[in-house]
């Protein structure tokens, strides 16, 4: 007698599926690739695939109902909310194209106090990445979150800096700047090229707050890491 397969398993099996057929159409794959370059408001998405806004809602539709991407409320401008790839989902990224690759001489990582999650991205980046990389505030605080440093500690990393310091004295004109927070995003619409949702874990101020950012945090590095060469790609 053959075993039947646990309720569980078929029900893992169902959500793969979904997840698949979600992810089998071309417009849906554009909007993959363009969450996995940078978060984006949907009219953000709309206008940068060019899609009219009743279709990419109904894309928009699909992709969340399979777990494919997410939409979060703005911690700044509380009346925009940003769509995100579920990093987490191994088929979501597996399905993620490489990109083409683009120069940047360096990269600067901003978030308001430049005591978290900026410092989180600098370090990972300067592991993964020869280019040039910093991290800055647009308000920044006295000193790194305590906590902040505990996560980079119990990740095997440490700040590139001391302590935080101010974009206006740390950003050059031919940085690639990625904001990883909404407030330091929406502060200035020409701040930065890529923006990265992500909640200030100080706000919560309990480890496991700042160990989530760093696992959101972590997957957007590495793609980016593998997409930025250092000056001209050609």
Known sequence: MVPQQPLSYIGRVTDRASLLAA????????????????????????EALELPSNLLAHHLGVLTEAGVIRRRRSDGDGRRSYLALNWDEPIVAATIGSGEAFGACRVVFVCTANSARSQFAAALFAR????????????????????????????????????PVSLAFERRMDDLVVAVCDNAYEADGTLASVHWSVPDPAAADTDEAFAAAFDQIQPRVRRLAAAVTNGDPS
């Open 23 to 46: 992810l089998a159409d071309p417009q849906r794959l554009r909007i993959v690739d363009a969450l996995a370059e940078g978060d984006r408001a949907p009219t953000e998405l709309s």
């Open 128 to 163: 993964q990445s020869d280019v040039p990389v910093a991290s800055a505030g647009t308000q920044p605080a006295d000193a790194i979150n305590p906590r902040a440093l505990a996560e980079l500690e119990r990740r095997g990393l440490e700040p590139l800096t001391p302590h």
